[in-house]
């Protein structure tokens, strides 16, 4: 079985920054892409930014040049450094990857609990 668990979020002032981590943990063999998606109240969920394996990175336009996305591959950890943040920032922020699990067969696709990003003005 695979955990992901995201951390680092919280409430933060207009301008300011946050880091996100999310941290794969149980029975795997290798990570391929990953990403961060968010969901406002009210709002569908939303891609935020991927990174593969290889380190790829894919961020939506309403993020790029004040988000950057990154992996620990030996850490199977990613991260989401957000800077400039902006009200319309505030959203549940969801790590989800794609696992390929030791016992072998297809690879698995997981979503963490997700953390709660508040921006104030």
């Known amino acids: 079985q695979v955990q992901l668990v995201e951390s680092g979020g919280g409430l933060v002032r207009a301008g300011g920054s946050l880091r996100l981590s999310c941290a794969a943990s149980g029975s795997i063999f290798s990570i391929n892409t990953m990403g961060w998606y968010r969901q406002a109240p009210g709002k569908q969920r939303e891609l935020v930014a991927t990174?593969?394996?290889?380190?790829?990175?894919n961020y939506a336009d309403s993020v790029k040049g004040r988000f950057t996305i990154s992996r620990d591959n030996a850490k199977n950890t990613m991260y989401l450094q957000m800077s400039s943040l902006k009200p319309e920032d505030t959203a549940v922020y969801y790590c989800?990857?794609?696992?390929?699990?030791?016992?072998?067969?297809?690879?698995?696709?997981?979503w963490g609990q997700g953390t709660q990003v508040t921006v104030s003005s």
């Open positions: 989800n990857a794609d696992i390929l699990p030791r016992s072998g067969g297809y690879s698995v696709n997981g």
């Open positions: 990174i593969t394996r290889s380190g790829r990175t």
